[in-house]
């Protein structure tokens, strides 16, 4: 049912009270209009304020051509729900003076008017009627970019609701504003309805810009982010942070990576160091003097055994007769040329 749909049926219950008996929404307290978003609970309370003999407390839902009861409740019968409402509808307060009923997570199935009948005897029913009006809103986009204009920040907000929403861009310094505000709408495939709205802003110092949405008189959504200031001396006339504002879950995934990256780093770093390690140690293990390398033989020499070695060295000393020192080899080791010089004691003569 449509919104306008709803506001002619609200003003007919209202003002057509001859309809459904006397005293309508008189002597019942209730609200004439409920708003819920998407998805909540929507609760519905009317109170009977005269006393009455009320035998029945009955809510009813009201269709195109005709009225469909919802639930129930008599002190003979307890509490009723239509079998059609059961996962849907609940009492919240039972009583023949005092009703109230919750439509749990409304749809835009659930949006229309409802009747609350107090049942009275022997006077018939008092009734009173309640409009939902079920509405869509997605949290608002709050977007910052540079803009062509070294000394200017394009700030855009974009909200999509059912009806379509109102988009509110603030900016909290006294002394800023924006300029050149442009809005579009898009309607979308599923009924709901996106605004966007932009505009400029200069600043050269940093400044907090607020984006507000609401739908119909519920209670409005908003976002804060902080622009970043501008620089005369940068190159493009906007300091280091005045680029896209990087929503923080995006940030924390380039946290991730880098970390990660870091971690990988340092793993292959501490393998070089290891192949590098190693490759010394090879490399130096080859340049030693090989005879430094050797493993000594350890003597196998038992006594009374004479080793092959020692047994050739024993031959070869006997093979060699021994040789006289060059002192002992003179004239005393010849004893024919001594006996030539000293036989007879004769001197020596020449002839």
Sequence with gaps: MQHGGNLVLM????????????????????????????GEDAPLSCQLLETKDVQQVTWQKVLETTEKNICTYSEYFGETVDPDFKEKVQFTEVGLQKSSIVIKSVTEQDEGCYLCLFNIYPDGA?????????????EPILD?????????????????????????????????????????SVTNSNGTVTITTTALLSAFSSTEVGCSV???????????????????????????????????????????????????????????????????KHKKGKNRDPEKNKTPLKSTHIPGIKTPIMTTRNEIRQRIPARKSPEKYSIEGSPSVSKKLFDDDKPYSST
Excluded at 128 to 136: I, K, M
């Design 214 to 280: 609401s739908v119909l008189s519920a209670a409005p959504r908003e976002l804060l982010v902080t622009v970043p200031g501008l620089t005369e001396t940068s190159e493009d006339g906007l300091d280091e942070q005045s680029g896209l504002i990087i929503d923080k879950r995006q940030e924390s995934k380039y946290l991730i990576f880098n970390s990660i990256l870091v971690v990988v780093f340092l793993i292959l770093a501490c393998l070089c160091g290891l192949a590098i390690t190693a490759h010394w």
């Design 126 to 138: 008092l009734t009173a009627g309640t409009c939902l009006n079920v509405y869509e809103l997605h």
């Design 144 to 184: 910052v970019r540079k803009s062509n204009s070294p000394a200017e920040s394009v700030v855009s907000c974009s909200a999509t609701g059912r009806p379509a929403p109102s988009v509110t861009l603030t900016v909290l310094h006294q002394n800023l504003s924006f300029s050149q505000y442009t809005s579009t």
């Design 11 to 38: 003003l007919f219950l209202l003002t057509c009270g001859g309809s459904f008996q006397k005293g309508l929404a008189e002597p019942i307290k209730t609200e004439k209009s409920v708003l819920a978003a998407e």
